[in-house]
């Protein structure tokens, strides 16, 4: 079973919270991963006619590493199969998808689900825009620049329904939110030990803490 998932928007702060998890509570890390041999991303940047085919590939590619991951009981995950949705979505509602496609997409997404257990804790990350956009420009990386600001508008528009979204079609028993507007974050070592307290309380058994 998947320990914990750590769902946001791009730049918000996941690889932050997960090496954090890691590092100091011992939880095995499974980093989100793409097997993208045909550059499909770069090429979604480029032309917006392959967000399909490029989905799929992440679809696919999402449900078997949380497979790969769910033999064992320690593991963590940079994003899941579970927020690929909200991409989906939100290209189909910017005509990027043909409503066949669309229809393609969902009736898949809901037969992988069937195979998937939900995760112990869902950790959900929340930013501010222009915080997420400033993070995007400083990081550099070209095809993220390369996307434009409404782009980033649109996908940060949509994930804001998301925590609504799991708790109606996913039974993920516990979701923790973390704010994780402030930059500083990481450099204040008492916040950094009430984030971590705060999920250890989720597992008392490996911990021996309980939520109060």
């Not at 590619?61 to 033999?71: D, K």
């Not at 997404?109 to 069937?114: C, I």
């Not at 528009?157 to 990481?186: C, G, H, K, Q, S």
Request: net charge negative; aromatic share 14%; glycine share 6%.
């Amino acid at each position: 079973m998947i320990q914990i998932i750590v769902e946001g928007m791009t730049a918000s702060g996941k690889s932050t919270i997960v090496n954090l998890l890691s590092e100091r509570l011992g939880f095995k890390l499974m980093p989100e991963e793409f097997r993208d041999p045909n550059d499909l991303l770069g090429r979604f940047h480029r032309d917006r006619t392959w967000a399909f085919p490029m989905q799929l590939n992440f679809l696919v590619t999402r449900f078997a590493q949380y497979l790969c991951a769910s033999e064992e009981d320690d593991y963590i995950l940079d994003r899941s199969v579970f927020g690929d949705k909200v991409y989906a979505t939100l290209y189909y509602k910017q005509g990027y998808f043909k409503d066949s496609q669309f229809g393609c997409y969902l009736t898949l997404y809901d037969s992988l689900l069937r195979y998937v257990r939900a995760p112990k804790l869902l950790i959900l990350l929340h930013c501010p825009f222009d915080e997420i956009l400033r993070r995007i420009r400083s990081r550099g990386r070209q095809d993220e620049i390369d996307a434009g600001t409404e782009y980033w508008r649109l996908l940060y528009d949509a994930y804001m329904p998301f925590l609504d979204f799991v708790r109606t079609e996913i039974d993920i028993p516990n979701v923790l939110e973390v704010d994780l507007a402030d930059p500083a974050f990481i450099h204040t070592p008492d916040r950094i030990d009430k984030f971590l307290n705060d999920v250890k309380a989720f597992f008392p058994e490996k911990f021996g803490e309980g939520r109060s």
